[in-house]
């Protein structure tokens, strides 16, 4: 079987490489160690397919070193071994360009090993991730390293790549190709930001297009039938995860409700509708809460609805949901007092419950006042009598501040006449 399209089109330069420039662009500090020939140990941290591999392939070729790949996934030991005994071979002559894909995978004791065979220099390594390092990866690695983050491709950058892997297709099969620029543009934007996706979709598509007298058309139908669902990146344990549901709740916090749609988007056609749900219920508690309290139960049926169908069709209660959360006013008077209470609890800031708020006790004969004193505020005008429930330690504590809303603010003057009259 010959090797996927994307690797048989290396780059030849770096202007070949898509994207990154932030990196890669004239003057870019990666571009100067790349020139300069003396590359450092380096981590590259990115979403897959955006040219770390490609790029640790062409810094090897430039460098006249021997490339070697291992994967954390299988990499053992032994392999690191391995390959550190061969740089004083043949093969170690110019050095050894390690590149280590997916190193979060290695355990801290392997990883402790690599750090043992790099010190000497006799291996330059270049290890990929697509979780953050510096969660990830033995902090005496990263020391050693320098890190550079590459970022998902653009599509039109990507239509760059489509249109040379067409005509590298085109040379290497002989026969004419023939794409139109609607199906080019719609794999550079189906392949979401992974240029080895889209890659696979063109040779995917030249493939499924009959031959006709030494021509191949892709029509734009079969591109869409064969690029269906592959923009969706997403990793429910992985950073893609934290991130679409950090954007998620704070498109409904910021009250965007064409953001927030778009990321409900990416979870459900990721399959993550329990995230999807759980952001929602806590969004319309935290960020609504007391501005709109009716919102709470219309948020959790719309859930319950939407867990009870399932999907397809759960997307029709959460959208209105959503909707409903960010065009909602917002408070977080409700989650600010908690948290003060919480803080004030976990300093040992308590005290003894005021007697007159414990459960009935007996009183000893010891005892000089008996009774309990309770004042029972229905008993009062307005239902409401002044009395201390704070312990006494903290009894001037403040823990809720009414919100600038007007749910909040009419409680507020109810409650500033009722207690202004005691």
């Known amino acids: ?90 093969m170690g002559i110019n050095g050894i360009l390690l590149y ?13 090993t690599l750090l043992e065979y790099i010190e000497n220099g006799k291996i330059t390594l270049i290890a990929s991730t697509t979780e953050n390092p510096y969660f990830y990866v033995y902090n005496a690695i990263l020391s050693r ?39 080019v543009s719609h794999i550079a934007t189906a392949c979401g930001g992974d240029v080895r996706k889209a890659m696979n979709a063109v040779e995917l598509s030249v493939i499924a297009s009959p031959e006709r007298d030494g021509k ?4 734009l139908s079969t591109v869409k039938e064969l690029t269906q669902k592959s923009a969706a990146r997403y990793d429910r344990d992985g950073d893609e995860h934290y991130d679409i549901v950090s954007a998620y709740q704070k498109s409904m916090r910021g009250s965007d409700p064409d953001a927030a749609i778009h990321y409900l988007a990416r979870l459900l056609e990721a399959g993550d509708l329990p995230s999807a749900c759980r952001r929602l219920m806590v969004c319309a508690c935290e ?52 948290d003060r209470a919480l803080s004030d609890v976990r300093a040992g800031k308590s005290g003894p419950i005021p007697r007159r708020l414990q459960n009935m006790h007996y ?27 704070l312990p006494d330690n903290i009894k001037d504590a403040r823990y809720y501040e009414f919100g600038d809303n007007k749910n909040e603010q009419a409680f507020k003057s109810y409650w500033d006449k009722i207690k202004s009259n005691k």
Request: aromatic letters at 8%; proline letters at 6%; a negative charge.
């Open 100 to 112: 280590l894909d997916e190193i979060q995978y290695l355990n801290k004791k392997q990883q402790q």
């Open 363 to 389: 009183d000893g004969e010891d005892n000089p006042e008996k009774g309990q004193f309770y004042l029972y505020p229905h008993s009062y005008p307005n239902h409401w009598i002044d009395q201390q429930y």
């Open 1 to 90: 079987m010959s090797a996927p399209l994307a690797d048989r089109l290396r780059p030849r330069s770096l202007e070949d490489i898509v994207g990154q420039k932030h990196l890669l662009g004239k003057n870019k500090p990666l571009r100067r160690i790349i020139e300069s020939g003396n590359i450092p140990n380096l981590i590259f941290y990115g979403p897959s397919g955006v040219g770390k591999t490609t790029l640790a392939n062409y810094i090897a070729q430039i460098t006249n070193k021997t490339f070697k790949k291992l994967n954390g996934t299988t990499a053992s030991t032994a392999d690191i071994k391995e390959i550190f005994a061969s740089t004083d071979t043949l």
């Open 287 to 338: 960020d609504v809460g007391l501005a709109y309290p009716q919102l709470l139960p219309i948020v959790h049926s719309c859930v319950e609805m939407a867990m009870k169908v399932g999907l397809p069709e759960a997307r029709i209660p959460l959208a209105d949901a959503v909707i409903m959360v960010c065009n909602a006013p917002k408070s977080i008077s409700g989650i600010t007092a908690i």
């Open 145 to 183: 390293s320098t890190v550079f983050e590459f970022k998902s491709v653009e599509p039109y950058e990507i239509e760059r790549a489509v249109l040379r892997g067409i005509d590298f297709l085109a040379t290497e099969m002989g026969i004419e190709i023939e794409i139109d620029d609607e199906s």
């Open 216 to 219: 191949r058309t892709v029509e």
